[in-house]
T-cell receptor
């Protein structure tokens, strides 16, 4: 596609429910990133994929959070047993590769509200 | 210590003046440096990238990098009301991890 595509764009869920957020990176981009941004806050790194492997999962806040990527394309971020503090916009980004000179481009984000 | 630090602002700048934004980073192995602009409710968009020491100019924007001081800055010349946004500094290491600062809010006043 022309840009990074994320779905759903907005999600309201009840506390305790599971949610899945999807990211479709720019075609041909091998690196994929998930960030979280709470209202009025900066970007919080969650996880990074190079191809289908995740060399860095250090940012995942708890074991309720998991992510996978298949076919070196689409990635899914899953949040189990959602809590109110999970309310944020979840931004996905991709880059052509991970080396010097590669820029990351963002999707429009998935806005999650846990009520 | 945060990996990437920025002044939170807000930085108030008169229209037509120069806005100066600063960013410091802690990882000496960092290799790529970026400035993103983020309007309220929108995702970040790339303004500038810089990889070597010195200045890089693109239109009204100039990025400056000093790896010895672990410092990167952004100058916005002839500031316009449309420049009012939050500016995010991002730093990438050799294996592709990008860390972002918390952002500096810029307000350009007519």
């Amino acid at each position: 596609g022309a840009g990074v595509s994320q779905s759903p764009s907005n999600k309201v869920t009840e506390k305790g429910k599971d949610v899945e957020l999807r990211c479709d990176p720019i075609s041909g981009h091998t690196a994929l990133y998930w960030y979280r941004q709470r209202l009025g806050q900066g970007l919080e790194f969650l996880i990074y994929f190079q191809g289908n492997s995740a060399p860095d999962k250090s940012g995942l806040p708890s074991d309720r959070f998991s992510a996978e990527r298949t076919g070196e394309s689409v990635s899914t971020l899953t949040i189990q047993r959602t809590q109110q503090e999970d309310s944020a916009v979840y931004l996905c980004a991709s880059s052509l590769d991970r080396g010097l000179g590669n820029t990351i481009y963002f999707g429009e984000g998935s806005w999650l509200t846990v009520v | 210590q945060k990996e990437v630090e920025q002044n939170s602002g807000p930085l108030s700048v008169p229209e037509g003046a120069i806005a100066s934004l600063n960013c410091t980073y802690s990882d000496r192995g960092s290799q790529s440096f970026f400035w993103y602009r983020q309007y309220s409710g929108k995702s970040p968009e790339l303004i500038m990238s810089i990889y070597s020491n010195g200045d890089k100019e693109d239109g009204r924007f100039t990025a400056q990098l000093n790896k010895a001081s672990q410092y990167v800055s952004l100058l916005i010349r002839d500031s316009q009301p449309s420049d009012s946004a939050t500016y995010l500094c991002a730093v990438g290491n050799s294996w592709g991890k990008f860390q972002f600062g918390a952002g500096t809010q810029v307000v350009v006043t007519p």
